[in-house]
């Protein structure tokens, strides 16, 4: 027996890859239900989202998605701070509300233990294709070790949400290794810990021998992820990444000096790239593969809300396409490096 579908209040949260089928899925509703957008595509895009929703929660959703729903049920949403509406025609933003105190709410459901914990919000960075800071600002904000650990206390392996685990505790700027050691410490009297690694990662100028002592010394970690993005210092510096293609090497050596394979991110087709770019950048992969490490790679997708939003990819050169593919065949290069995007620069 089908269920027949039920009018009611109807909330979603999406990034954009998922945008055009949650439109399409909430146009075709056969309910005449309220609906409520949240997360990065709407936070960063809220009019685009209130064509098809009714209401969209900006940012952090822990506080203003209860007090909307409840507002919403009395018949009165006009007090609700950092949401948007159409009013006549008219986009209404009611204004940002402070940040969250994330100690105050759980990293996930207890439905959805999925064995990985959310430490940190926030980055002080600016890196122009990155969302984090758009979404959740450029304070960094920690949930407290005690908190952590009570929620690693459900899992038998334990890994972390962040935008640089190694900042744990800091104000991004540089690591505080006492800071991480009480978190590492907390977490260990609980369950197995996996820091650094996916679905976070590290940035290269925070990998130091106080750092990955830490991680020799409370985690069970083979690897650590690595943000390196370019191996030109002139798309890095464009892109304001914040680091050096030095600081990439020093961080990858370092890690094979402590026994740990450095899997290493890197971007293909970032605004400005020029194939001589390109061609440092694979220069650079060739030299991770050399020390042992392994790379991930990405190809450029313009996010809306980020600093690069409004610019395309530019396409791969065809040698290093081909280079990049006979290093994924050996296994040493996962990802994608150029997919089939249209509107490429050339």
Known sequence: MVQKAEDGIMVYSFATAQAGAVFKEVRESPTDSTYIAGGPHPSARPQECLEYFDYV??????????????????????????IAYMDKGRCVHTGARPPVDLDRYPPFSAELLKGYIEITR?????????????????????????????????????????????????NGNRPEPNKIQALLEAVSKKCRIFFGTFPSEVRPEFVNNETLELVKQYCQNISLSLGAQSGSQRVLDEIGRGHTVEDVKCAVELCREYDLTPVVDVIFGLPGEMPADQQETLELVEWIIAQDGRIHSHYFTPLPGTPLQDRMPFRVS???????????????VTGVWEPGVRGLIE
């Open 122 to 170: 926030g980055c002080p960075h600016n890196c122009g294709y990155c969302q984090t800071p758009c979404l959740f600002g450029h304070l960094m904000r920690h949930r407290s070790p005690e908190v952590v650990a009570e929620y690693a206390g459900m899992m038998r392996d334990v890994r972390f949400v962040s935008p640089n685990a190694f900042a744990y505790g800091s």
């Open 318 to 332: 065809k040698d290093v396409n081909r280079a990049m593919g006979k290093l994924a065949l050996v296994g040493k």
């Open 57 to 82: 929660v900006v940012g952090e959703g822990e506080e203003t998605l209860p007090e909307l729903v409840n507002s919403i049920q009395s018949g009165d949403t006009a007090d609700v701070k950092g």
